[in-house]
Each structure stands twice: as structure tokens, then as C-alpha cells.
T-cell receptor
Framework: ETGVTQSPTHLIKTRGQQVTLRCSSQSGHNTVSWYQQALGQGPQFIFQYYREEENGRGNFPPRFSGLQFPNYSSELNVNALELDDSALYLC?????????????FGPGTRLLVL | GNSVTQMEGPVTLSEEAFLTINCTYTATGYPSLFWYVQYPGEGLQLLLKATKADDKGSNKGFEATYRKETTSFHLEKGSVQVSDSAVYFCALKGNDYKLSFGAGTTVTVRA
């Protein structure tokens, strides 16, 4: 049990819709990172937030956006959903300067786009 | 950029067999190295880590040694159990503090 929680656990959307996924970080952690894990693959880095600012971004289009709140919880927003966005979305929290320390993962949100 | 290559699976073993999963990496500087495990339907759990060359990470009978000369971080366990059945991911964290993962290795242990 890492103390990182995500909601919802499962979600079904249709192509073109928008979705918001939520993550509560472990107590004392100030950095949240988001990853996309397609079926049968390793997680791919989407972006990272440190003290409410985006701190790095992977190779994902602008329709993937995020927020981090003063309590260090975070949201991942995806606009104009595509079929290929179907995946497990993982958030990870960590502490230290820009997440220097070990990242601890939540259970994930499984998104299905029809 | 940073990348991780790990042994392709699936790997099927009998209980009490020896497990090795190979992992090699490409990175600039001095990355930290990790093994994460994912049980069916769950998120990732940190299994072990090593932050500098020659460090050995260990947990739950699993071990891995950070070998800078061979850019490797192979995972080993001397005697596996059915409960070790899972997908194992090798990962590295470089100066940008993001994790780069391998594709994962599925391990099935039969009683």
C-alpha cells in the first residue's frame, strides 16, 4: 500500500469525449507524474508536476493536460478522446526536488474508449 | 535518450526454480535503476532499486546489482513461488527524474 489513490478505477468513454482522471499523492510528496500503459506494454511518461507547475513532458499531444493543486493532488485531462487512448493511466508521487526520490504508484485508472 | 531493454517473455517456471530476467539500459550520466512488479489487474509496486554503480538492491528474495561496466541490472530470485507470478518491469530514472520503462516480462510460476 503506497498511499497513492486514483479515481475512478474504471471508465468508459466514446471517441471525441473528454475525460478527467484524479490522483491523490502520498502524504509528504510534492511531485506527481502521470504515465500511460497500453495493453501489453510498459508505462510511457506523459508529464510531471512539481509544486503546481509542469516540470517535464513526454511525447504526448497537447490534448493531454494536467493540473496540480496546493495539496499536491493532481488531475489528468484528455480532450477529443481517440480509440488509442484506451489504456491504464497511472500516477506516481514522489518527494524531493522535482521528484528526485523514488516514485510510488497508485492502482491506476483503466480507460476504455469506444 | 534514455532507454531500457529487458528480456522478452513470457517466462514459465516450476515452483522453487531459479529466475533471471535480463535488463540492460542506455543512459547519459548516472541513472537510478529500478524493478517494479505488476500483479494482475493492479498498478505498479516497487520491488527494489539501486542508485549507484555496484549497489545491490534486494527485497522479498529478489536481487539485482547495478553494473555500470555492462550497463545491466538483471533481476534474480533463487527459488520462486506461485505468488511471484506477475509482470516485471525494469526502469531507469535519469537527471530529468522521469522513469523510462522496459516492455515488461511476464512470469508464470506453476505449482
Amino acid at each position: 500500500e503506497t498511499g497513492v489513490t486514483q479515481s475512478p478505477t474504471h471508465l468508459i468513454k466514446t471517441r471525441g469525449q473528454q475525460v478527467t482522471l484524479r490522483c491523490s499523492s502520498q502524504s509528504g510528496h510534492n511531485t506527481v507524474s502521470w504515465y500511460q500503459q497500453a495493453l501489453g506494454q510498459g508505462p510511457q511518461f506523459i508529464f510531471q508536476y512539481y509544486r503546481e507547475e509542469e516540470n517535464g513532458r513526454g511525447n504526448f499531444p497537447p490534448r493531454f493536460s494536467g493540473l496540480q493543486f496546493p495539496n499536491y493532488s493532481s488531475e489528468l485531462n484528455v480532450n477529443a478522446l481517440e480509440l488509442d487512448d484506451s489504456a491504464l493511466y497511472l500516477c506516481a508521487s514522489s518527494s524531493g526536488d522535482r521528484g528526485r526520490e523514488t516514485q510510488y504508484f497508485g492502482p491506476g485508472t483503466r480507460l476504455l474508449v469506444l | 535518450g534514455n532507454s531500457v531493454t529487458q528480456m522478452e517473455g513470457p517466462v514459465t517456471l516450476s515452483e522453487e526454480a531459479f529466475l533471471t530476467i535480463n535488463c540492460t539500459y542506455t543512459a547519459t550520466g548516472y541513472p537510478s535503476l529500478f524493478w517494479y512488479v505488476q500483479y494482475p489487474g493492479e498498478g505498479l509496486q516497487l520491488l527494489l532499486k539501486a542508485t549507484k554503480a555496484d549497489d545491490k538492491g534486494s527485497n522479498k528474495g529478489f536481487e539485482a546489482t547495478y553494473r555500470k561496466e555492462t550497463t545491466s541490472f538483471h533481476l534474480e530470485k533463487g527459488s520462486v513461488q506461485v505468488s511471484d507470478s506477475a509482470v516485471y518491469f525494469c526502469a531507469l530514472k535519469g537527471n530529468d527524474y522521469k522513469l523510462s520503462f522496459g516492455a515488461g516480462t511476464t512470469v508464470t510460476v506453476r505449482a
